[in-house]
């Protein structure tokens, strides 16, 4: 009698352990709507599925957004670092008329009195002009007797030469430079060639 009463108060509420099911079977509520257990297996699986796979996108946009932020924050490197690359090319031209005024000036006058304060201030104003390069990762490149390196040397003309190896700067005609690691213009030269 007490089976009767609880099966009849299981079919009354609507849970009843047969349900329209198959024997064997479970039968979950999701909701309100009735699935058999075969079907919220596939369900299960289906759900597990999309599961990975957003999971995995997840993953894959976490990555590209740490790509996107490494680029960017090269990128503002790059641009803090190589800013002044401009105009530090042109104020090369200032440096290297500053050196040739230097050179012109004879030894004699040099000496002379009237010109020695003249001399002094060109002198120091190239000094605090290289000052000033280096201070923003401005460097003259080496070339006087240097094998010529095409990334750095730019061969003028060649000169004949017996004592010097074939390749071998023996003139520089104009100072190349280099900004941190990058190349702002190169050193114009002569190299060596073996005697005709």
Avoid: C, W
């Avoid at 699986?45 to 990975?52: M, N, V």
């Avoid at 990334?151 to 030469?161: D, Y």
Wanted: overall charge negative.
């Amino acid at each position: 009698m007490i089976e009767e009463t609880t099966q009849a108060q299981d079919e009354a509420a609507g849970t009843g352990a047969d349900n329209g099911s198959a024997e064997g079977e479970t039968v979950l509520d999701l909701g309100g709507a009735e699935v058999s257990g075969d079907a919220s297996g596939d369900e299960a699986a289906l759900l597990r599925e999309k599961l990975e796979t957003a999971e995995q996108d997840v993953l894959y946009a976490k990555a590209e957004t740490q790509n996107v932020r490494r680029r960017m924050e090269k990128e503002v490197a790059d641009a803090r670092a190589y800013a002044a690359t401009g105009f530090a090319r042109d104020m090369l031209s200032v440096a290297d008329n500053l050196a040739r005024a230097l050179e012109s000036i004879p030894a004699e006058l040099r000496e002379e009195e009237r010109f020695r304060n003249l001399v002094a201030g060109i002198e120091a104003t190239s000094r605090e002009i290289d000052k000033v390069f280096a201070g923003h990762g401005i460097s003259r490149i080496a070339a006087m007797g240097l094998p010529l390196d095409p990334n750095q040397h730019q061969a003028m003309l060649e000169v004949p030469s017996a004592d010097a190896e074939p390749g071998t700067v023996l003139q520089e005609l104009q100072a190349g430079y280099m900004i941190k690691d990058r190349l702002l213009r190169p050193a114009m030269v002569a190299v060596a060639k073996k005697p005709d």
